[in-house]
C-alpha cells in the first residue's frame, strides 16, 4: 500500500504534461474498463465538491449505489475514489494502481508517456468502478473542463458550478475565457444543469449548450424559498410538481445554489430512469422525501465545517471563494455574538493580496494567523504577512500550521476562529488536529 502512495506522490515529479483525450481515450480502451450505469460529470470553478457530496447523498437516500471520483484529498488520497460516500478500500486501492500501471507499461511500448497524477487517479477509478458497479458514478473534473482526462467519458447528465476567475495561467484572463474551457464538457443532447448567477458565464454555457443542442436548466432561475434556522439555511427546492424542503448542514449560504444544481440533476436524472426501456429499479425512486433527506445529510469535509466548537474550517482558495466565505463566516459571527479571529495560508498563484484585503473587509477580525504550508506551493510568510498588514490587520506569523494552530486555538479564548485560504492547508490543520488528539479526531 505505501508503495502504491509513494510511487503516486513521485508522479508530479516527473509526469508533468497532460496527454491529448484521443491519448487519453487510447489508454482508456486498453485499460478495457467503460464506466458501468449512468455518469454525472461536474465542471465549475467553485461548489463542484459540494454539488457531488450533495447529489451522491441525494442519490444515496434514494437507493442508488454511487461512485464519486473528486479532487483534491484532505488526508488520505483515497477519499478522491468513493463508493456509498465510503473509501476505496486499501486492497482495491493497491490493485488497481498495479493494473493501471501494467496498462501504463504495455503503452509506453507505443510511444505514450507516463499518465499524470490526476490521470492515473482517474484510470484507478474506471479501474475499481467497473469492478463494483456502481448505479450512478459522479466524476469531477480537475482544473479544466475541455481539456481535462474526465471529458473521455459519455455522460448522462452534466453539470457546471459557479465560474470565477482562478487557474488564469491554463483557463484564461476572462470569466468568459474560463465559461469555455468549463463548457467543454457538454456532449450533444446531454442535459445540462449549470448555475447562472455571472451573467457573462451563463452567456457563454448557454451558447455552448444550444450549439449542440444540448437542453439545459439554469438553476439562476428555478424558484427557490430561503429562510434561516440560525446560521444554517432552509430551502424548499422545487421538485417535480412539488418542493423538497431541507435545512442544509452548511452554515454559508452559498451552499444554497450547490444545493439547487444536485437538485435539479438528481431530477433530471429521475425522469431519464423513468423513460429507459427497464425503467426506475425497485429502490431507486427519487422523491421529494428522499431528495430532502439526501441535502439535510450531506458531508463535505473543509467547506465551513466546525471541527472543534467555534472552530471552522473552509478550503475558500480564489477571490470569489473568499468573498463568498468571508460573508458567511461574518453571518455566524453576528448570529452567535462572537469576536472573529482568522488562521490562513494560500499557494503562491493565487491572487493573495486581493483575498487578504476582501477577508479584512467582510470579517473585521481581531487578528489573522498565518502559516506557511509544507507544500512546496505554499506562499512565503513574508509575503502572506505584508498582504494582511497591508489590509490594516494585527497579523501574527509562524512557520508551520502546527505552531499557528496552537497559538491561535489560545488566542480564541470563546470566540470564534475560521481558517480558509487553500484546501491543501485544510487538510493540514485535519492531520494536526488528529495528532494533537483533538476529540472530533
Excluded at 442535459?191 to 436548466?217: H, Q, T, Y
Aim: hydrophobic share 40%.
Amino acid at each position: 500500500m505505501e508503495d502504491a502512495r509513494e510511487y503516486l506522490s513521485e508522479i508530479p515529479a516527473f509526469a508533468r504534461e497532460k496527454h491529448s483525450l484521443s491519448q487519453a481515450e487510447s489508454f482508456f480502451r486498453e485499460l478495457g474498463c467503460p464506466f458501468p450505469g449512468r455518469v454525472i460529470h461536474v465542471a465549475g470553478t467553485n461548489g463542484k465538491g459540494s454539488v457531488c457530496a450533495f447529489l451522491s447523498s441525494i442519490l444515496r437516500a434514494s437507493g442508488f449505489h454511487v461512485g464519486t471520483f473528486t479532487s483534491p484529498h484532505l488526508r488520505d488520497i483515497r477519499e478522491r475514489i468513493c463508493l456509498d460516500g465510503e473509501l476505496i478500500g486499501e486492497k482495491a486501492f493497491q490493485q488497481s494502481f498495479k493494473k493501471v500501471y501494467q496498462v501504463w507499461k504495455k503503452m509506453e511500448k507505443e510511444g505514450i508517456t507516463h499518465p499524470t497524477f490526476f490521470e492515473y487517479l482517474f484510470y484507478m477509478a474506471a479501474a475499481w468502478f467497473y469492478q463494483v458497479k456502481p448505479d450512478v458514478v459522479i466524476l469531477e473534473t480537475g482544473m479544466g473542463g475541455r481539456r481535462d482526462v474526465t471529458n473521455i467519458c459519455r455522460p448522462d447528465i452534466t453539470v457546471i458550478t459557479s465560474i470565477s476567475l482562478d487557474h488564469m495561467a491554463y483557463l484564461g484572463n476572462t470569466v468568459e475565457e474560463i465559461a469555455g474551457e468549463k463548457a467543454g464538457i457538454i456532449k450533444k443532447g446531454v442535459p445540462l444543469v449549470f448555475d447562472g448567477n455571472d451573467s457573462r458565464a451563463a452567456g457563454v454555457i448557454r451558447e455552448a449548450a444550444e450549439a449542440v443542442k444540448a437542453p439545459w436548466w439554469d438553476v439562476r432561475e428555478e424558484n427557490l424559498s430561503v429562510a434561516w434556522e440560525g446560521i444554517f439555511p432552509r430551502v424548499a427546492y422545487p421538485f417535480e410538481d412539488g418542493r423538497a424542503e431541507a435545512v442544509l448542514p452548511f452554515p454559508a449560504g452559498y451552499q444554497v445554489w450547490n444545493g439547487a444544481l444536485a437538485v435539479k440533476a438528481a431530477e433530471i436524472l429521475k425522469g431519464l430512469e423513468e423513460a429507459s426501456p427497464a425503467g426506475t429499479e425497485p429502490g431507486h425512486e427519487i422523491t421529494a422525501a428522499e431528495v430532502a433527506e439526501g441535502l439535510s445529510s450531506a458531508r463535505h469535509g473543509g467547506r465551513m465545517e466546525e471541527v472543534l466548537p467555534g472552530f471552522y474550517l473552509d478550503g475558500a482558495h480564489n477571490r470569489d471563494g473568499i468573498r463568498a466565505f468571508g460573508q458567511a463566516a461574518a453571518r455566524i459571527g453576528r448570529e452567535r455574538g462572537r469576536k472573529i479571529h482568522l488562521l490562513f495560508s494560500a499557494v503562491s498563484d493565487k491572487e493573495y493580496g486581493a483575498m487578504a484585503a476582501e477577508l479584512a473587509e467582510d470579517l473585521k477580525p481581531e487578528d489573522i494567523t498565518v502559516a506557511r504550508m509544507e507544500s512546496e506551493r505554499g506562499l512565503s510568510l513574508e509575503a502572506m504577512e505584508k498582504a494582511f498588514f497591508r489590509a490594516g490587520c494585527l497579523v501574527y506569523g509562524y512557520g508551520s500550521v502546527r505552531e499557528a494552530l496552537r497559538a491561535a486555538l489560545e488566542r480564541k479564548g470563546e470566540d470564534l476562529l475560521f481558517a480558509a485560504g487553500s484546501l491543501y492547508f485544510v487538510g493540514e490543520l485535519k492531520e494536526c488536529l488528529k495528532e494533537e488528539e483533538h476529540d472530533k479526531f
